[in-house]
């Protein structure tokens, strides 16, 4: 079984490229939906602000039940270890991306998954959920009785300095990153193994 990033990438790599599920077409589709979205939004709203508008990212589904009829052992492992199979899965879906939209990337725009169908026998409740649950791929059916309202956080900051007229960004990781606890990467998108994605201090 795949344990390193880049055997991972591979893997799925492999699995968009299964003529029968038709995954490059779904890919070019839901960039083609992204950027037609942007347009009718921007169009919308015209004397907005666009450069506090965030990007929109193309989001495809990808069924957990054709992922397991091509390889059902790494369907066990991604329910076990759900963050590096994602990481790995967009960094394909990106690749293929790349090929089938060329340039679609502008502004750190980058292809999300979303995974759906069954992932054990049977959904969980919200009163099942314990600290085994924790990092793991779960599907969790019930009610919301009560939410609070959403804080924005900061992300990504760009900073101008004036003396060299360049731009420098910084990203930030809180708790509930995803990232977290995970190897960091590099600039070509290879694991640090070394070095984990931590918390920014303020």
Excluded: W
Aim: charged share 25%.
């Amino acid at each position: 079984m795949a344990n390193t990033l880049m055997e991972l990438r591979l893997r799925y790599d492999d699995f968009f490229r299964v003529e029968r599920f038709n995954y490059p077409e779904r890919i070019a589709a839901a960039i083609d939906d992204s950027i037609h979205r942007s347009r009718s939004n921007s169009s919308k709203f015209a004397n907005a602000t666009s450069s506090l508008t965030t990007p929109d990212h193309p989001r495809f589904r990808i069924p957990l039940t054709e992922l397991r009829s091509f390889d059902p052992r790494l369907v066990n492992s991604l329910i076990r270890d759900p963050l590096r199979h994602l990481r790995a899965l967009e960094a394909s879906a990106h690749d293929v991306a790349m090929e089938e939209r060329p340039g679609y990337d502008k502004h750190d725009v980058k292809v999300k998954v979303a995974l759906g169908g069954p992932v054990a026998s049977r959904p969980m409740s919200p009163r099942e959920l314990a600290s085994g649950s924790l990092r793991r791929l779960v599907c969790v059916e019930g009610v919301a009785v009560k939410v609070s309202s959403i804080k924005p956080k900061l992300v990504k900051s760009v900073h101008y300095c004036p003396q060299t007229n360049t731009h420098e960004s910084r990203t930030y990781v809180d708790a509930t990153d995803p990232q977290l606890g995970l190897p960091a990467l590099d600039s070509t998108g290879n694991e640090l193994p070394d070095k984990r994605v931590t918390i920014t201090s303020t």
